[in-house]
């Protein structure tokens, strides 16, 4: 079955940098669609980074200039370089997929299929 396991998070200070991880397994990587999302405690969960099916990526305003999403094919991974973290990026991160190409680039979490139990991410003042 598909699985999507997240590592890679933990507690830094505002300014530092976090790579994380997302390694898929149980389909054909890259015949999926992919994203991060983020979910902070009382707050709904938002996109983070998306690709569409034509491989381009989206990213939400907050994170523009400071997080890239990247891939290893080889490896059936997905990353997201986080760098000048900010306390406000403080959540629990989750890679996603669904194997609809007319989710490809959705912002939808509710339209992706697949997650991963999440990595937690901590920025402190």
């Known amino acids: 079955q598909v699985q999507l396991v997240e590592s890679g998070g933990g507690s830094v200070q505002s300014g530092g940098s976090l790579r994380l991880s997302c390694a898929a397994s149980?389909?054909?990587?890259?015949?999926?669609?992919m994203g991060w999302f983020r979910q902070a405690p009382g707050k709904e969960r938002e996109g983070v980074v998306v690709?569409?099916?034509?491989?381009?990526?989206s990213y939400a305003d907050s994170v523009k200039g400071r997080f890239t999403i990247s891939q290893d094919n080889d490896k059936n991974t997905l990353y997201l370089q986080m760098n000048s973290l900010k306390p406000e990026d403080t959540a629990m991160y989750y890679c996603?997929?669904?194997?609809?190409?007319?989710?490809?680039?959705?912002?939808?979490?509710?339209?992706?299929?697949?997650w991963g139990q999440g990595t937690q991410v901590t920025v402190s003042s």
């Open positions: 996603a997929a669904d194997p609809s190409p007319w989710v490809c680039g959705s912002w939808t979490s509710a339209r992706y299929k697949y």
């Open positions: 149980g389909y054909t990587y890259g015949s999926y669609c």
């Open positions: 690709i569409d099916s034509d491989g381009s990526t």
